[in-house]
T-cell receptor, first 115, second 112 residues
């Protein structure tokens, strides 16, 4: 099973709303990631969690707040977003540091539109 | 700064033709992944290459990792319309935790 499940698939939110994106994996991976992908661009790394602790924050604005409640779940809390934050948000997971199994598996993404 | 450059950016070919996509960097990576992505969907892992000089085959797709682990190529033989999509390479860099840096992407269209 190499499945990473993201919900919801689509989300439309106003600039004053608070919403959350959810991600779940059951591969026993202890590293989980959030990426943002704008149209016709490659995914860009936002956050990395390792053993449920935030290990990398790529200078992401504080209106994006990640949370890793346990080893299978990753959330991204959204508040006071701007229209330019509209994008496909991708979750991924991988082994923490095993070079021979160093691939990341991605979810289907959440298409976020900020109005 | 984009660490991984892919070429070509766009490619439109006829069914049955062969093609090669390149992924180049000045940095060394622990491993390199190739993904294919459909519009509005997440990237789907095709292959991981780990060892310098490694060659992996997946049906009509052949992947190679450069000897110095800085570059890679994807060769498709006898392309089919189902190969249409965005091809992304991603290099894994480790500083305790892996960080996956994506290439600029190659958009392939195979015409019937």
């Amino acid at each position: 099973d190499t499945e990473v499940t993201q919900t919801p698939k689509h989300l439309v939110m106003g600039m004053t709303n608070k919403k959350s994106l959810k991600c779940e994996q059951h591969m026993g991976h202890r590293a989980m990631y959030w990426y943002k992908q704008k149209a016709k661009k490659p995914p860009e790394l936002m956050f990395v969690y390792s053993y449920e602790k935030l290990s990398i924050n790529e200078s992401v604005p504080s209106r994006f707040s990640p949370e890793c409640p346990n080893s299978s779940l990753l959330n991204l809390h959204l508040h006071a977003l701007q229209p330019e934050d509209s994008a496909l948000y991708l979750c991924a997971s991988s082994q923490v540091s095993n070079r021979l199994s160093s691939e990341a598996f991605f979810g289907q993404g959440t298409r976020l539109t900020v109005v | 700064t984009q660490l991984l450059e892919q070429s070509p950016q766009f490619l439109s070919i006829q069914e049955g033709e062969n093609l090669t996509v390149y992924c180049n960097s000045s940095s060394v990576f622990s491993s390199l992944q190739w993904y294919r992505q459909e519009p509005g969907e997440g990237p789907v892992l095709l292959v991981t290459v780990v060892t310098g000089g490694e060659v992996k085959k997946l049906k009509r797709l052949t992947f190679q990792f450069g000897d110095a682990r800085k570059d890679s190529s994807l060769h498709i033989t006898a392309a089919q319309t189902g190969d249409t999509g965005l091809y992304l390479c991603a290099g894994a860099r480790s500083s305790g935790t892996y960080k996956y840096i994506f290439g600029t992407g190659t958009r392939l269209k195979v015409l019937a």
